[in-house]
């Protein structure tokens, strides 16, 4: 295994070392701050090819590696001596394996933003133009899609291909974890993994890449009742193409903050005019919330009696009182352990009981 050290150029000589038969079979190349060695014939075969740090990769699992991820190109992110891969393959010195034509006859039903009527959509940009715009610098969204399909390709033979009972991923939403974090992955908001805030955690929503941190592949990593997200895709969950415009794929300033917020209201599940907590990604009708909220009030940044109640547990000394104590204590004291407690309980309360007129259910005694 050759490495860097090896070369056989002298220091301060530029030389296109990808033409000397030294490099017939491999190659030193970099991915930001990441050195490696790429095998060729591996390369051209379509499996892992960079060996780096012990570990081999494919291109795009090394781009990963290398935190270079949200680039999905990793024709122009992985070098040879700072000239991009891209310019190697154009010019004949590296051959690759590309799935996109027979990839994109396969998924033309699969994707979302194409209607019936034009299924030629899907292969409207040639190969050729989109390398002719990659190389004077435009990142093209044909080129995206075609870095998409050879990452799906790469996935599916690293995987071993198994059936997926469908019937156990039914429903709206599906229970994902990746290591010790877990979530509730929203089908509805799903987009791609660097797309669309489809995760929700108890702290916040997050995209399938940011959910694994930028430290793994969240295709890989992030597993639903055993089964990884790569196994569900088409199957379960539908990638949007990538030249698709809508809310999730290419958000206004206003729609992204929206994706920071439930959908629906937290405590009766149903959808409306919602008011966002701006600590939390709960979202509350106004009578929903305790209190209820008056919009001329709220300002401009507002945090609901979950977070308030989280905020200030630090700051109350928790006294054991006895019920006689407690009886007697004043209720000022205490409004916002009660409002935390009343909305714990409406939260629960799945018959509704507690969000209807008391007075109208409660046969009040006069002493």
């Given at each position: 295994m050759h490495s860097l050290s090896a070369s056989p150029v002298k220091k301060g000589e530029k030389l296109d070392i990808w033409a000397l038969d030294f490099y017939q079979t491999q190659l030193p190349v970099t991915c930001g701050d990441k050195k490696a060695t790429l095998d060729r014939n591996r390369?051209?075969?379509?499996?892992?090819?960079?060996?780096?740090?012990?570990?081999?990769?494919?291109?795009?699992?090394?781009?990963?590696?290398?935190?270079?991820?949200?680039?999905?190109?990793?024709?122009?992110?992985?070098?040879c001596q700072n000239t991009p891969l891209?310019?190697?393959?154009?010019?004949?010195?590296?051959?690759?394996?590309?799935?996109?034509?027979?990839k994109c006859v396969e998924k033309q039903s699969q994707r979302q933003l194409f209607s019936p009527s034009?299924?030629?959509?899907?292969?409207?940009?040639?190969?050729?133009?989109?390398?002719?715009?990659?190389?004077?610098g435009v990142k093209r969204n044909g080129e995206e899609e075609e870095e998409?399909?050879?990452?799906?390709?790469?996935?599916?033979?690293?995987?071993?291909?198994?059936?997926?009972?469908?019937?156990?991923?039914?429903?709206?939403t599906l229970p994902v974890s990746c290591g010790s974090v877990s979530g509730v992955?929203?089908?509805?908001?799903?987009?791609?993994?660097?797309?669309?805030?489809?995760?929700?955690?108890?702290?916040?929503?997050?995209?399938?890449?940011?959910?694994?941190?930028?430290?793994g592949y969240w295709r890989r990593d992030i597993k639903c009742q055993g089964k990884t997200l790569n196994s569900l895709l088409q199957k379960v969950l539908?990638?949007?193409?990538?030249?698709?415009?809508?809310?999730?794929?290419?958000?206004?300033?206003?729609?992204?903050?929206?994706?920071?917020?439930?959908?629906?209201?937290?405590?009766?599940?149903?959808?409306?005019?919602?008011?966002?907590?701006?600590?939390?990604?709960?979202?509350?009708?106004?009578?929903?919330?305790?209190p209820a909220l008056q919009n001329d009030t709220l300002g401009e940044r507002w945090m609901c009696t979950y977070c308030v109640w989280k905020n200030n547990q630090r700051l109350w000394r928790h006294v054991a009182m006895t019920e006689e104590q407690a009886l007697k204590s004043r209720v000022t004291q205490y409004f916002l352990h009660c409002e935390y407690l009343l909305l714990l309980m409406c939260k629960e309360d799945t018959q509704c009981v507690f969000r209807k007129d008391p007075s109208t259910m409660v046969r009040l005694t006069l002493l």
């Open positions: 390369l051209a075969k379509g499996s892992k090819c960079i060996l780096s740090q012990g570990h081999w990769f494919t291109p795009s699992g090394f781009e990963e590696f290398a935190g270079k991820g949200r680039w999905k190109n990793w024709k122009l992110s992985i070098r891209l310019e190697l393959i154009k010019e004949g010195h590296l051959n690759v394996t590309s799935p996109m034509k027979r034009s299924p030629e959509s899907c292969s409207s940009t040639s190969s050729e133009e989109m390398e002719e715009s990659v190389g004077q998409e399909e050879d990452e799906e390709e790469e996935d599916e033979d690293e995987e071993e291909r198994e059936e997926v009972d469908l019937s156990e991923f039914e429903g709206p992955l929203f089908k509805s908001r799903f987009a791609s993994g660097t797309r669309g805030r489809s995760i929700r955690t108890e702290e916040c929503w997050l995209t399938p890449q940011e959910f694994v941190k930028q430290d539908k990638v949007h193409s990538m030249l698709c415009k809508c809310s999730l794929c290419h958000p206004t300033e206003e729609q992204q903050l929206d994706q920071n917020n439930d959908d629906q209201c937290f405590i009766c599940n149903s959808h409306g005019d919602l008011v966002c907590c701006d600590d939390c990604p709960r979202a509350f009708h106004n009578d929903c919330h305790i």
